[in-house]
């Protein structure tokens, strides 16, 4: 229940569903499309590749088994920074639109916006400094009052429309198109990507082997519900030109909701103080996957000669790691909040920055999860895709294709659209100018990818110390904590 927890909190993103619910209903056939034809070979890939490899660090140690410390460097890399992108850059900017409207009004570019923003940040980054033990409430409780959000909407949704009546759709309003294909393929991959993520903390599992796959199934059908149900609640009550990234999920929430009368307005304040809550759940969840994984790639040598990959004696957690997620959130959402246009413009551009980072890390991770299957064939696998591994290797690359089209969509937006002679205005869809965009993507990328090449060269040291027996699978051996001078002492959370 606590992986399931953990990983329903941190992998159902409902920030984005005002986001992807802006292309209308074809948003749910193309959120049917990519979970019959991407979620399912994903989760089946990792469910596998999960229960067999059970080692801290997750996604870090199967790509060092398949290709390598270089290439693994790399993967765990665009993970990790992923999340204090997205939590500085994203979430932080819809969790004070959101108090802002529905609590208490707070003016962008204020002392107090950037107060909020901070305090949400570093709020999240605390959640993962604590224990295990006791850090792991505040994403199990987000997690629930996520899944409770969701349905009390539904249900409000339902009486709304029987007394007031949903909008007009007819079959052909679903119709895909090549323009709705393109804006949400990016959207919907962020969305159904990160099943696998509790691996990070398998070192803190009692059956890893068994719980994986079991968790990655049973999540993979919750986020499919949790996605496909609240987009056709939004579709039914708000309209189309209505709904924004920032605030569409609560543009839907304000107006059903004036079923309570008089009661409304304090519903509403109650409703956003608890949807904050799950945001400040959902980025701890996050820190605490991806910061373990980002520590055990230092303590091997892949990030800044091992400081990093220290873990607190009493705490059992990555505390450098996760101050440096809480510095970069912090550096990130300086950066974000120095963009002109609006807030949702800003929302839109930085949430597409993260996508863009996540969605390259698994270019990496889903070609290593495939190859560890013939790589290791004797491996003990408590779950196995009933497949042969030429049919394995065809789900991996069906993933990697729809991973690989998300990513050039998601840094190059409007060239696809072009090349299909798709109407695309760059301005009008992103709020700021294509050169704006590039600029801060690549720039941002480049940023990356200096951090990664300086932090791999100042682990030389490391890897040089750390040893691998050359008979067995290259596992790592590297975590310390910060009471034993042995650099290859191995602490369990």
């Avoid at 070192?203 to 919750?222: C, F, H, Q, Y």
Wanted: aromatic share 12%; net charge negative.
């Amino acid at each position: 229940m606590d992986i399931l927890l953990l990983v329903v909190a941190a992998v159902v993103s409902i920030e984005v569903l005002g986001q992807v619910s802006g292309y209308g209903p074809e948003t749910f056939t193309w959120t049917l499309v990519l979970a019959f034809t991407f979620m399912i070979p994903y989760g089946l890939i990792f469910a596998e590749t999960g229960g067999a490899f059970t080692e801290e660090g997750g996604v870090y140690i199967w790509t060092k088994m398949a290709f390598g410390r270089v290439v693994a460097a790399i993967a765990s890399l665009l993970t990790w920074v992923t999340q204090p992108v997205w939590v500085g850059g994203a979430m932080a900017f819809v969790a004070v639109e959101t108090w802002s409207e529905f609590v208490s009004p707070i003016a962008a570019g204020s002392l107090t916006d950037y107060l909020f923003k901070l305090g949400f940040i570093w709020i999240t980054v605390s959640s993962a400094i604590v224990s295990l033990k006791h850090g792991k409430w505040l994403p199990s409780l987000g997690a629930i009052l996520k899944l409770a959000f969701l349905a009390f909407f539904l249900i409000v949704t339902l009486i709304y429309g029987f007394i007031h009546g949903f909008n007009g759709l007819n079959l052909g309003d679903f119709s895909p198109t090549m323009g709705g294909f393109l804006g949400l393929t990016p959207l919907l991959l962020f969305s159904f990507l990160g099943f696998e993520s509790g691996n990070s903390a398998a070192g803190e599992m009692k059956n890893p082997a068994k719980d994986v796959p079991v968790s990655i199934m049973r999540t993979s059908l919750l986020a499919a519900g949790s996605y496909l149900l609240p987009v056709l609640a939004i579709l039914m009550v708000v309209p189309l030109d209505e709904i924004t990234g920032i605030g569409g999920l609560f543009g839907a929430v304000a107006t059903v909701f004036t079923i309570f009368g008089p009661a409304t307005d304090a519903i509403l304040a109650i409703s956003a103080v608890v949807f904050c809550f799950v945001l400040v759940s959902q980025g701890g969840a996050w820190m605490i996957i991806s910061d373990r994984m980002q520590a055990m790639a230092a303590a091997d040598g892949s990030f800044f000669g091992g400081f990093f990959g220290r873990f607190h004696e009493k705490l059992g957690t990555p505390v450098r790691v996760n101050t440096l997620s809480g510095v970069v959130s912090t550096v990130f959402m300086l950066a974000a909040m120095q963009l002109s246009g609006t807030s949702g413009a800003v929302f839109s551009v930085v949430l597409t920055i993260s996508i863009s980072t996540f969605l390259l890390s698994y270019l990496i991770a889903i070609p290593a999860a495939t190859k560890l299957r013939s790589k290791y064939p004797d491996a003990v696998r408590p779950f196995r895709v009933p497949v042969s591994d030429g049919v394995f290797k065809l789900l991996g690359g069906i993933c990697f294709a729809w991973i690989l089209l998300g990513s050039w969509v998601a840094i190059f937006p409007g060239t696809l659209e072009a090349l299909f002679n798709v109407e695309y205005d760059f301005v009008e869809i992103w709020g700021v100018s294509q050169l704006s965009f590039e600029v801060f993507a690549l720039g941002t990328l480049a940023a990356i990818l200096l951090l990664g090449i300086i932090g791999y060269l100042r682990g030389a040291k490391v890897r040089a110390a750390v040893s691998t027996d050359p008979n067995e699978p290259p596992f790592l051996q590297a975590a310390t904590v910060d009471s034993e001078p042995d650099p290859l002492a191995t602490p369990r959370g």
